[in-house]
């Protein structure tokens, strides 16, 4: 599982959804040029993941000037550390994803107060069905839609409050009001049945 | 401890998700450090959520874009360090040998792929010196020399922006201790005035020649030998003549053997 990143089933970027588009390099090699100081593959992976990230992270940020902050520190971590890409851990994309989705929770737990927050939980929910107007519309954003359809209510709105809401477990589990066991196995299980809906392994 | 492996087992989605505490994380890391299968889930589960952000991407300002590079440009990155032994750091070639061993880093696909993309490289690069390889017998063992390093089995390719203008094109063998550097759409110098290529490591600076006069735009391919580990590659602009250390600022610097 950790030998496919060059297929066609799994970087987003390379997805039919980029149609018309010229078939993108492998990130993973793209890294490995960024960490001896390429300046040119860095520049081809900023194009191939800024908007992933930032798109991400507004989601989780929501303030867009904030999000678009967290992107580029992430962006210049990326090129800092790009040395420390270790291919059996996953994919170059999920690592930066991974690495992304930390930083933004890190942003919303230090600064958010839970009032706030609560807020947020509501309108989690609704903005992940929202289309905006720069949002890069491809195949796969169908494809995640159709698979978080695919989940039970409880786990969709497990993994959505977490991703997204940036809640831990407990909190989850308090908003839902459900045992945290509960809210732990629907977090996995919905997540397990999302990456094989996906056909990532 | 509080809680059982199982119990723990079952904190993979959560943690996946990123939604546990600092204290839940470190415990769920440790048994990850032990635990082989819950490490592939973690890998399996890390995918989707990478791909549940990625399905939200949007367009960035363009602006954002060159305040990324030029931010790149000015930060120091980190060399690569050793999985089994941290406090050494054992260079590129230790941490390729040490890959190998582990079947780790470098898959055979990863180096099916470069292989597949040096070949080509290799093959577009001995037709255009198809023409000059029948010249003189100093262009023959320089061909000889090209070809040793575009067909060494670690080759890799690198490519910096030439900061007055211009793009650098660099193939690499560690394993023949050698490079190949081309140039293209160099800024054109004064006369009395040429660039000259630099290696710099922790022994020192020292001269790798003068880059030949641009034909067509493009210079080289010039080939450098007896490269040393922690070496990098950088150009700067000197009197015609060459000097023994550089006299100005580096207008295009890259890593190689770290």
Redesign the interface.
């Known amino acids: 599982?950790?030998?496919?990143?060059?297929g066609p089933r799994?970087d987003?970027a390379t997805e039919p959804g980029s149609a018309g588009e010229p078939a993108t390099a492998?990130l993973?090699?793209l890294l490995?040029?960024v960490?001896?100081?390429?300046?040119?593959?860095?520049?081809e992976v900023?194009?191939q993941l800024?908007?992933?990230?930032?798109?991400?992270v507004?989601?989780v940020v929501r303030d867009l000037a904030q999000s678009?902050e967290v992107?580029?520190e992430v962006?210049?971590e990326l090129?800092?550390?790009?040395?420390?890409f270790?291919?059996?851990?996953?994919?170059a994309?999920?690592w930066?994803?991974?690495i992304?989705?930390?930083r933004a929770?890190d942003r919303v737990r230090s600064e958010q107060k839970s009032a706030e927050r609560e807020l947020r939980a509501a309108s989690a929910q609704i903005d992940y069905d929202e289309v905006?107007e720069?949002?890069?519309a491809?195949l796969?954003?169908e494809?995640?839609?159709r698979c978080?359809e695919s989940l039970t209510e409880l786990q969709r709105e497990s993994?959505t409050l977490?991703?997204y809401g940036?809640?831990?477990?407990?909190e989850?589990a308090g908003l839902l009001g459900v045992a945290t066991?509960t809210?732990?196995?629907?977090?996995?299980?919905?997540?397990?049945r999302?990456?094989d809906c996906?056909g990532?392994? | 401890m509080r809680r059982g492996r199982s119990e723990l087992h079952t904190l993979a989605g959560a943690y996946a998700l990123d939604a546990v505490s600092d204290e839940d994380r470190a415990r769920f890391e440790r048994h990850l450090a032990h635990c082989d299968s819950c490490a592939q889930e973690i890998r399996g589960l890390r995918e989707a959520t990478a791909r549940i952000g990625a399905s939200a991407a949007v367009r960035p300002r363009p602006e954002l874009k060159n305040q990324a590079l030029s931010a790149a440009a000015r930060t120091r990155q980190l060399p690569p360090v050793s999985r089994d032994a941290p406090a050494a750091r054992r260079g590129w070639r230790g941490l390729l040998a040490g890959a190998r061993g582990r079947a780790g880093l470098w898959s055979p696909r990863l180096a099916a792929a470069l292989t597949a993309g040096f070949l080509v490289i290799a093959v577009a690069m001995a037709v255009l010196m198809v023409g000059t390889q029948h010249r003189l017998d100093a262009d023959q063992v320089r061909g000889r020399a090209i070809a040793a390093v575009l067909n060494a089995s670690d080759v890799i390719m690198l490519t910096a922006k030439v900061t007055t203008g211009g793009t650098a094109t660099i193939l690499e063998s560690t394993r023949e201790h050698s490079l190949v550097f081309t140039a293209a759409r160099l800024r054109a110098l004064p006369a009395g005035s040429s660039y000259e290529l630099w290696l710099m490591g922790p022994e020192g600076t020292r001269s790798a020649g003068m880059l030949p006069a641009s034909r067509a735009g493009m210079i080289g391919p010039m080939v450098v030998s007896g490269l040393a580990a922690g070496e990098d590659v950088g150009l700067t602009v000197e009197p015609a003549g060459g000097a023994a250390r550089p006299t100005s600022a580096m207008i295009m610097k890259l890593g190689l053997v770290r």
């Not at chain 1, 599982?1 to 060059?6: C, S, V």
């Not at chain 1, 960490?35 to 520049?43: F, I, K, S």
């Not at chain 1, 090129?79 to 420390?84: E, H, Y």
């Open positions: 599982m950790t030998h496919n990143q060059g799994r987003p492998d993973a090699v490995t040029r960490a001896r100081g390429d300046q040119v593959a860095y520049e900023y194009d800024a908007g992933p990230v930032l798109g991400m507004r989601r678009e992107m580029q962006l210049l090129w800092r550390t790009a040395s420390r270790d291919r059996d851990k996953g994919s994309a999920s930066v994803m991974t992304a989705h930390r929770i905006t720069t949002a890069l491809t796969d954003r494809r995640v839609r978080m993994v977490a991703y940036s809640y831990t477990y407990d989850v066991g809210v732990k196995t629907r977090m996995r299980d919905g997540l397990i999302l990456r996906l990532v392994d």
